[in-house]
T-cell receptor, first 117, second 111 residues
């Protein structure tokens, strides 16, 4: 049971290049999330998905796109990378709400450290 | 608008010196308050969930409590291995599983 995995672990891009970050979970979670973490800013939600084939914008979605073609995978794409996208990216997943009024804990992957030059 | 505020930003303790971390929140319709631990270069690790005022949970040297406006993470007789950044997050009733994170408290425990 690997939990949440992310690839790659590290990446350096030049401004304008594109890339895709892959997140996979083996816990059969319905919800998946992409965050970025910057010094002094905390974790900020980029996009999230509540099920296969669905995506929604979070707090800081500009410059990113996502897709969830399979329940276990959530992809984050950068079409034209900018230095402002230098950050550590975390994927997380959680079960959907089974009881009214309850939000379940999220489980995080190890992160991808991205540098855009 | 900050919905989750953690204090202090950084805390240095001597081994065995107990203390508390604070997480205050202003969301309406709280549907869970979550504590995570994050070690350098790693993803956040889930510690506790609290759902209602008065609730308490414990794990080894850590104890989390919740009131209607804030949560405390009490650390009793900390050890150097407790050094980490502790994150607080809240879930609101109008969201689909989304959590809103504070900026964290960086705890250092020295021998």
């Amino acid at each position: 049971n690997a939990g949440v995995t992310q690839t790659p672990k590290f990446r350096v891009l030049k401004t304008g290049q594109s890339m895709t970050l892959l997140c996979a979970q083996d816990m059969n979670h319905e919800y998946m999330y992409w965050y970025r973490q910057d010094p002094g800013m905390g974790l900020r939600l980029i996009h999230y998905s509540v099920g296969e084939g669905t995506t929604a914008k979070g707090e800081v979605p500009d410059g990113y796109n996502v897709s969830r073609l399979k329940k276990q995978n959530f992809l984050l794409g950068l079409e034209s990378a900018a230095p402002s996208q230098t950050s550590v990216y975390f994927c997380a997943s959680s079960h959907a709400r089974f009881l009214a009024g309850v939000i379940n804990e999220q489980f995080f992957g190890p992160g991808t450290r991205l540098t855009v030059l | 608008e900050d919905q989750v505020t953690q204090s202090p930003e950084a805390l240095r303790l001597q081994e065995g010196e107990s203390s508390s971390l604070n997480c205050s929140y202003t969301v309406s319709g709280l549907r869970g308050l979550f504590w995570y631990r994050q070690d350098p270069g790693k993803g956040p690790e889930f510690l506790f969930t609290l759902y209602s005022a008065g609730e308490e949970k414990e794990k080894e040297r850590l104890k989390a409590t919740l009131t209607k406006k804030e949560s405390f993470l009490h650390i009793t007789a900390p050890k150097p291995e407790d050094s980490a950044t502790y994150l607080c997050a809240v879930g609101r009733g109008s969201t689909l599983g989304r959590l809103y994170f504070g900026r964290g408290t960086q705890l250092t425990v020295w021998p």
